[in-house]
Structure formats: structure tokens, C-alpha cells
């Protein structure tokens, strides 16, 4: 079998922002001496495994990197550590790898945390206090949350909004010493004088820090008080340099306060402009998937699904199980583009990226996944004839696989019927005085059905047939033979036992979380199929991750944890031509 090689190719798409990076590049909007003029990053919660949404994210950030001389960093937003792991690090490090993307570059890692920030964040609170521009409130959630008003209403001042900056101070120094319980100080921002009047709701004093009582993975217990991401983020990427940060639409009503913040803390010489801009772009809807976080969890805790990486998952490590590439990803991502306006991407425009990107690497192989006996009642007992057929039909230099033909065979159930329905062109026995059907055995012999066996259910065992020795694929002989038939088979002497998971789509709703509803009332019970099938011998040395085009039904992979020489599982990663709802 041939080594995998990518032959597929994304041209960068035209997209909004990467108008605006260019207009930026020629006016020298971000020029800086001994740096990019594209500096962006990608910064996941390290609370959950990343989904393919994430992976249009990353692709996007790096992508604009690598192609106008930047860099991208990889840097986690480590504010909620009650929700946080090493296990979500590691495996986000992983997967941005596995897409074929790095935050290294010359000889430097671009790998931050916001918890690297604390100390500077907490300073840059305490400079906000004391310029006027933010304070501690003490009000309870629930004052809070009635007072913020709503999209009709505006807010109401908190009472503690015109505390003393001293008092403030000392409260927020004291949050951070450990004297208060969770809740009951908060930190806000004070924008402007009228800002719980804004008609944007995350401009009326967003909270900047609250008490959490809790363990960080990375700073332990140094820290009760933590940064929300709002306030985080902002100055993360000022202190980082970035260029474009770059974010989905949902939040497009913060961007005035990461304006504002940035400006006012380079107003007080925390970092130098030109600052950072942000930039909104749709999220990935995808049809016939969920992406929250929250439900993605559901799926894994009540057992619908074995775990993150079930190749059934939205997830990265799921989408990598099931056996998808990282350049069929990167051609989906090119092939969506970046807009401004949200809309749903059918689930096919996926599998066609995967279908384009697996069809010129992908080496072939014959597998028979319903079996169904063939005994060819003039073949020799014991006797073995060698077939061959390419590794790859359009890659000759690749070479020839070889496989054994023999008295007894295996051939797919739906390659037999007792009566045959009106264009039937495969394998069925004499009708009244007419023989039955003849069918050429692919890169092997013609042959004509005699006759079947059945069991006291009736059901069909066996199917007998006579083969033509002159008929052989390849020889002079076989061009005598017009049959309409063409059926794959394997020798069922010779052939390898293997699992085979037929794995189809998760949900039977294009929007399975959509208008309300019950994400978990609409799940496929036809996503997973498990089958012993019979592979033709050579797939024996399959190593894990191995992709091949399985003749009629699709491109398989050999399961990356399960597969092993003795004990082979193959995965379906997509059926050969969009079916779904057929």
C-alpha cells in the first residue's frame, strides 16, 4: 500500500478581513519597528475539547498569519478556574498542531495564558480606582442584575457607584487579600457618567473582577480574585501586541468597551499605540451538529456518545477519529469564507471537502460488509488463482495490490436477488427457461448463477455459481465476455476479519438545537452500525489513522485507538457520494 501524500490545495478566499489586513498593511496602520504588521491570535477557555467551530477560528488567525509574514498566538483565557484543567490545554495544543498550525516562529514560542497577566491586570484595576474609572460594588446579584435594566429599560446606579476612590480601593485590595466571601464584592467599570443609561447593555458598568475562592491549575492559590474575560482580554492582546483580534458576533456589542479600555490604559502608559482593534466575523453554523459546549458535555456524561473523541462529535479529536484530515478542514474553512452574516452550512459542503481531499490520496482496497457466500462450483478445491488491481486508479507509480481467488467467496447480501427487480444487473439464479445472470467478479472472472441455498427460515446462505477461466480481468479473453455486472468480493478463505463501524450523522434535525428544541429528541439511532466484515488480506497491515477508499462504500480509517495487526477496526469516515435522506 502507498503512503498517504496531500494533493490538495485551498486558495485563500476573499473575505472582509482580509480587506481590512491589507488596507492595514499598505497605510501602515500597525507598523512597528522589527515586527509584523499581522499580529493575531487564537485564545480558547481551557474548559471543554475544541469543535469545528473553533477549527474555522484557527484557521482563520493562523491562516492570516502565515499568509501576510505574521504570527499567531496560542494563548488560553485561564480565568474560571473552576472549570479548567490541564486535560483541555493539552489537548487544545494538540489539536491546533494536528491542523497543521504552530505558534513558533523564529526559534520563539507564542504560547500565553491570561493567568501569565495577573499581576499587570491587578495593577491596571487599581489604576482605573483611582482614576475614577472604576469601582467596587457591593450590591447583592440579584440588586445587580435588577438594576442593570434591560434592552427597553435603562439602568439604574448602583448606590455604591459614587463610593469613595479610596474606599474603593481599600475594599478591592482587601478582595484580594482574602477577607470576603465569593460575592460579595464586585469590581465594575464606570465608562461614563451615564453609562447604566447606554443602550448597549455591556457598556452599563460590566463587572471587571469577582471573588473566586478557588484552585487555579496554573497560579494554585495565590489568587481569590479573578479578571473576567472582558476585562482580559482586551489587555491581553494590547500587551501582546496583536494587530486584529478577531472574534465571532455575539461579541460585537463589547467591542465599544475594548475600545474604551484599551484607550484608557494607554492613556496611562500600561502599553503604546497604535492598540489593538476588534474585529467580528459569523460564527460557523453547521447543520446536523451542536457545538455548545454545555450539550456537547451532555452527549459525552449520559453516555450517548464514548467520550470526546467519538468519531460521532462535532470535536476536533472526534472529527480526527472518524478519520478526517487536517487539509480537508482547511479546505472547508477556505471554502465557507469569512462573512459578516450569520447563516447555516449544510453538513455536506464538509463531506465534499473531505470526498475532494481523500479521493486522489486515498489508496484502494476491497472490503464486503453485508456478507453473503459465493461458491463458484467449478473451481478448483483448494486451489488459489492471483487477481491484481491497482493501489490508486489515477496513481500507476503507486503500484499493484495483489489478492487470492478461490472456490468460496464473499460478495455484499445486495449483490443477490431470488427475483430480480427491473434493472437488476448482478447475480440472480435461472428464471423459467432463461439461465441466470452472469456478472464479472472486479479484477477477476465472469461468472453465472446456478443456483442458491437456503436455511429453514428461508433465508439465503449460499449462491452458486460457475465461473468462465478464459474470462480473467486483464487477459485477452475477458474482452468476450459483455456482461452489465460488476461486483467486488473478497476470498472468504483468505480474507481479514475485521469490525467496521459505520458511523453516520449524530442528528436527524438540520438544526438539531434550533427554535427550542430538545437537542436530545432528535439523535440519529442510525449513527453507529457495528459490522464484521471481510477485507481483502493486504489491509492486515494497516497502521492506525490509515485512510483507504473501501471499493462502492467510502472512505475508511483504521481506528486510531482500537486498530491493532491482530484485531483490525476500521472507521466510515464518508460513504463515496452524499446520501443523506435518500
Not at 493562523?62 to 490541564?86: I, S, V
Not at 447583592?140 to 446606579?157: C, I, V, Y
Not at 451615564?194 to 463587572?207: E, G, H, L, V
Not at 427491473?422 to 465472469?446: M, N, T
Amino acid at each position: 500500500m502507498s503512503n498517504e501524500k496531500n494533493t490538495t490545495t485551498a486558495t485563500p478566499s476573499p473575505n472582509f478581513v482580509r480587506a481590512i489586513v491589507e488596507s492595514d498593511i499598505a497605510s501602515g496602520t500597525h507598523a512597528r519597528t522589527g515586527m509584523p504588521s499581522v499580529i493575531t491570535r487564537f485564545p480558547p477557555e481551557p474548559n471543554g475539547y475544541l469543535h469545528v467551530g473553533h477549527a474555522k477560528s484557527i484557521c482563520l488567525n493562523f491562516g492570516l498569519a502565515r499568509d501576510y509574514q505574521g504570527r499567531c498566538h496560542l494563548r488560553f483565557d485561564d480565568t474560571n478556574p473552576e472549570k479548567e484543567d490541564q486535560e483541555y490545554v493539552d489537548t487544545i495544543m494538540d489539536s491546533v498542531k494536528w491542523l497543521g498550525f504552530t505558534w513558533e516562529q523564529g526559534g520563539q514560542e507564542y504560547l500565553h495564558y491570561a493567568s501569565d497577566y495577573f499581576d499587570q491586570l491587578y495593577a491596571m484595576a487599581e489604576y482605573l480606582i483611582q482614576n475614577g474609572k472604576a469601582y467596587v460594588d457591593s450590591q447583592s446579584a440579584e440588586d445587580m442584575s435588577r438594576n442593570r435594566g434591560n434592552f427597553g429599560t435603562p439602568g439604574t446606579n448602583s448606590p455604591f457607584r459614587n463610593r469613595p476612590v479610596e474606599e474603593s480601593l481599600q475594599i478591592f485590595r482587601d478582595m484580594k487579600a482574602g477577607k470576603y466571601k465569593d460575592g460579595e464584592h464586585v469590581l465594575r467599570a464606570k465608562m461614563s457618567e451615564d453609562a447604566m443609561a447606554s443602550p448597549i447593555m455591556t457598556n452599563r458598568d460590566p463587572a471587571l473582577y469577582r471573588i473566586r475562592h478557588a484552585h487555579h491549575h496554573r497560579t494554585g492559590d495565590k489568587w481569590c480574585i479573578y479578571p473576567m474575560y472582558d476585562y482580559t482580554h482586551p489587555i491581553s492582546d494590547a500587551l501582546e501586541n496583536i494587530t486584529h483580534s478577531l472574534c465571532t458576533l455575539e461579541f460585537q456589542d463589547h467591542r465599544p468597551f475594548y475600545d474604551w479600555l484599551v484607550d484608557t490604559l494607554a492613556d496611562g502608559g500600561f502599553f503604546e499605540r497604535p492598540v489593538p482593534r476588534q474585529y467580528e466575523f459569523a460564527r460557523l453554523n453547521l447543520t446536523y451538529v451542536v457545538t455548545s459546549k454545555r450539550k456537547l458535555r451532555q452527549l459525552v456524561d449520559t453516555g450517548v456518545v464514548n467520550g470526546w473523541d467519538d468519531p460521532r462529535m462535532p470535536t476536533i479529536v472526534g472529527l480526527r477519529r472518524r478519520g478526517y484530515t487536517p487539509e480537508s478542514i482547511q479546505l472547508f474553512c477556505e471554502r465557507i469564507g469569512v462573512s459578516k452574516a450569520d447563516g447555516w452550512i449544510d453538513m455536506s459542503t464538509l463531506e465534499g471537502s473531505l470526498r475532494d481531499d481523500l479521493d486522489p490520496k486515498a489508496p484502494r482496497a476491497v472490503a464486503v460488509l453485508r456478507p453473503l457466500k459465493l461458491i463458484v462450483d467449478n473451481f478448483p478445491e483448494g486451489e488459489t488463482v492471483d487477481c491484481s488491481a491497482p493501489v490508486h486508479p489515477h496513481h500507476p507509480e503507486w503500484g499493484t495490490r495483489s489478492f487470492p481467488f478461490s472456490r468460496e467467496l464473499w460478495i455484499e447480501q445486495e449483490d443477490f436477488m431470488e427475483v430480480p427487480a427491473k434493472g437488476y444487473h448482478r447475480f440472480y439464479p435461472p428464471i423459467d427457461d432463461k439461465p441466470g445472470s452472469r456478472v464479472r467478479l472486479k479484477y477477476g472472472f465472469v461468472a453465472e448463477c446456478t443456483g442458491f441455498d437456503k436455511d429453514a427460515d428461508g433465508n439465503v446462505t449460499a449462491v452458486h455459481v460457475n465461473y468462465f477461466p478464459d474470462s480473467k480481468s486483464g487477459t485477452p479473453g475477458a474482452d468476450t465476455y459483455k456482461v452489465k455486472g460488476n461486483i467486488t468480493w473478497v476470498s472468504a478463505t483468505h480474507a481479514l476479519d475485521a469490525e467496521v463501524r459505520l458511523y453516520d450523522r449524530l442528528f436527524l434535525d438540520p438544526q438539531p438545537d434550533g427554535g427550542g428544541k430538545d437537542f436530545m429528541s432528535v439523535l440519529n439511532p442510525n449513527a453507529l452500525e457495528t459490522v464484521t466484515a471481510y477485507l481483502e488480506p493486504g489491509l492486515a497491515q494497516a497502521a492506525p489513522d490509515q485512510r483507504f477508499q473501501f471499493e462502492r462504500h467510502g472512505y475508511f480509517v483504521a481506528d486510531r485507538v482500537d486498530s491493532a495487526p491482530d484485531k483490525p477496526v476500521f472507521n466510515r469516515v464518508t460513504t463515496l457520494k452524499d446520501s443523506w435522506g435518500k
